[in-house]
């Protein structure tokens, strides 16, 4: 079992950046599959990002492909994402999940363990 806390939120104008980071606690990160997820107001939450276990190969969704990058470090017990270029339609509550090992992981029910969130706000 894993316990995920994410920081790294902020307000930040169209076109800036911002990096998020979600550290673990407990034993094993390098063993999970890390995602990343958003909640803007009024929606469900969307899949944004994830990163293997294995081979460190990654997946997005579209709508942040080419702007967003997701990374981890295993010695640190820590998963990022990068995000550039940013837009207002980024504005949401961003979540890290951790999920045992499978292959393109974009569901929530497919995630084990959440962090508590960190809202991203982008002025126009």
């Known amino acids: 079992q894993i316990q995920l806390a994410e920081s790294g939120g902020g307000s930040v104008q169209a076109g800036g950046s911002l990096r998020l980071s979600c550290l673990a606690s407990?034993?094993?990160?390098?063993?999970?599959?890390m995602g990343w997820f958003r909640q803007a107001p009024g929606k469900e939450r969307e899949f944004v990002a994830a990163?293997?276990?294995?081979?460190?190969?990654?997946y997005y969704t579209d709508s942040v492909k080419g702007r967003f990058t997701i990374s981890r470090d295993n010695a640190k017990n820590t998963a990022y994402l990068q995000m550039n270029s940013l837009k207002p339609e980024d504005t949401a509550v961003y979540y890290c999940a951790a999920a045992s090992p499978g292959y393109y992981l974009t569901k929530e029910r497919e995630y084990d363990y959440w962090g508590q969130g960190a809202q991203v706000t982008v002025s126009s």
């Open positions: 990163i293997n276990w294995n081979d460190n190969s990654t």
């Open positions: 407990g034993r094993a990160f390098s063993t999970y599959v």
